[in-house]
């Protein structure tokens, strides 16, 4: 893209849906709340589909597979748009679906080199789970310093340069240096900015609480970083528990129904010139 080309998308709007995502809970104190809080509404679910004692086993039968049906169609439905809320105007933006990667570079700050290759290849998953889910392309464009503001939600190249479009900023943030992670928040994740008259997202931003990341098994860091991701897409959070937008951090690294219909159905045609 020209530099004309870019200074005329920069009329694109900044957003700030930040305040509503603060809610990725964490598994602190371990991994046992976390559990709890998952399990306990889906214990609760199948008992419901199990404990029709009083009807003939056909019945049952049917009845439980018109719930199991009617579960999955809740699911399904079950996702809505970061901006519904907080910025209605801007309901159901998206990305656009162009052949060009959407690209994505994170500043690793905090990780040892070790650390830091492997949150990469966590990164780098996440973002395959949402390309099969989506239909968008995504492309890591390696690491990069950024300067987080952690009142404005914002992440910039830290050497002044402009925000590329259609790319996310990713970065791992101490607790220390946030107001907004810490407690049970361990991720927070936005669109940055939208051209509005298409609708169409053109930044994102996501951020990892670092001790949080260094000591979550493998498969919590990956549900995270799909999680906070979504958000970046233009998801806002879900309440069945087979959605990845499900607030509270868990091991499922599935994308849900909801996850799928809800980014598909947000995504924007590609009109890029290119
Ligand atoms: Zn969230």
Same mark, same amino acid.
């Given at each position: 893209?020209? @530099?004309? +080309?870019? /200074? =005329?998308?920069?009329? *694109?709007?900044?957003?700030? &849906?930040? !305040?509503?995502? #603060?809610?990725?809970? $964490?598994?602190?104190?371990?991994?046992?709340?976390?559990?709890?809080?998952?399990?306990?509404?889906?214990?609760?679910?199948?008992?419901?589909?199990?404990?029709?004692?009083?009807?003939? @086993?056909? +019945?049952? /039968? =049917?009845?439980?597979? *018109?719930?199991?049906?009617? &579960?999955? !169609?809740?699911? #399904?439905?079950?996702? $809505?748009?970061?901006?519904?809320?907080?910025?209605?105007?801007?309901?159901?933006?998206?990305?656009?679906?162009?052949?060009?990667?959407?690209?994505?570079?994170?500043?690793?700050?905090?990780?040892? +080199?070790?650390?830091?290759?492997?949150?990469?290849?966590?990164?780098?998953?996440?973002?395959?789970?949402?390309?099969?889910? $989506?239909?968008?392309?995504?492309?890591?464009?390696?690491?990069?310093?950024?300067?987080?503001?952690?009142?404005?939600?914002?992440?910039?190249?830290?050497?002044?340069?402009?925000?590329?479009?259609?790319?996310?900023?990713?970065?791992?943030?101490?607790?220390?240096?946030?107001?907004?992670?810490?407690?049970?928040?361990?991720?927070?994740?936005?669109?940055?900015?939208?051209?509005?008259?298409?609708?169409?997202?053109?930044?994102?931003?996501?951020?990892?609480?670092?001790?949080?990341?260094?000591?979550?098994?493998?498969?919590?860091?990956?549900?995270?970083?799909?999680?906070?991701?979504?958000?970046?897409?233009?998801?806002?959070?879900?309440?069945?528990?087979?959605?990845?937008?499900?607030?509270?951090?868990?091991?499922?690294?599935?994308?849900?129904?909801?996850?799928?219909?809800?980014?598909?159905?947000?995504?924007?045609?590609?009109?890029?010139?290119?």
């Amino acid at each position: 893209m020209t @530099a004309a +080309a870019s /200074t =005329k998308r920069r009329i *694109a709007i900044a957003v700030s &849906a930040i !305040a509503a995502l #603060a809610l990725l809970a $964490s598994p602190l104190p371990a991994a046992a709340s976390s559990s709890a809080a998952q399990s306990a509404p889906m214990a609760g679910k199948s008992k419901a589909a199990k404990t029709v004692t009083k009807t003939p @086993a056909k +019945a049952t /039968t =049917k009845a439980s597979a *018109a719930r199991t049906r009617a &579960a999955a !169609a809740v699911a #399904a439905a079950d996702y $809505s748009s970061i901006f519904a809320t907080q910025q209605p105007a801007l309901t159901n933006s998206g990305w656009a679906t162009c052949a060009v990667a959407i690209t994505w570079s994170v500043d690793t700050d905090g990780l040892s +080199a070790d650390e830091a290759a492997t949150q990469i290849a966590n990164l780098t998953w996440a973002f395959d789970q949402w390309t099969q889910g $989506s239909g968008l392309a995504f492309q890591y464009a390696g690491t990069e310093n950024l300067a987080y503001d952690d009142a404005a939600f914002s992440l910039k190249p830290a050497n002044g340069s402009a925000l590329q479009s259609r790319h996310v900023y990713l970065a791992f943030v101490a607790d220390s240096d946030s107001a907004r992670l810490g407690g049970g928040t361990v991720g927070l994740g936005s669109p940055s900015q939208v051209w509005p008259s298409t609708k169409e997202i053109i930044t994102g931003a996501a951020v990892f609480r670092t001790d949080h990341v260094k000591q979550a098994s493998t498969r919590e860091d990956k549900s995270l970083y799909m999680h906070e991701l979504g958000h970046v897409l233009g998801l806002a959070h879900a309440s069945e528990t087979s959605n990845i937008m499900y607030p509270v951090v868990s091991d499922h690294t599935d994308l849900g129904a909801g996850d799928v219909n809800g980014v598909r159905s947000m995504n924007k045609p590609c009109k890029a010139a290119a």
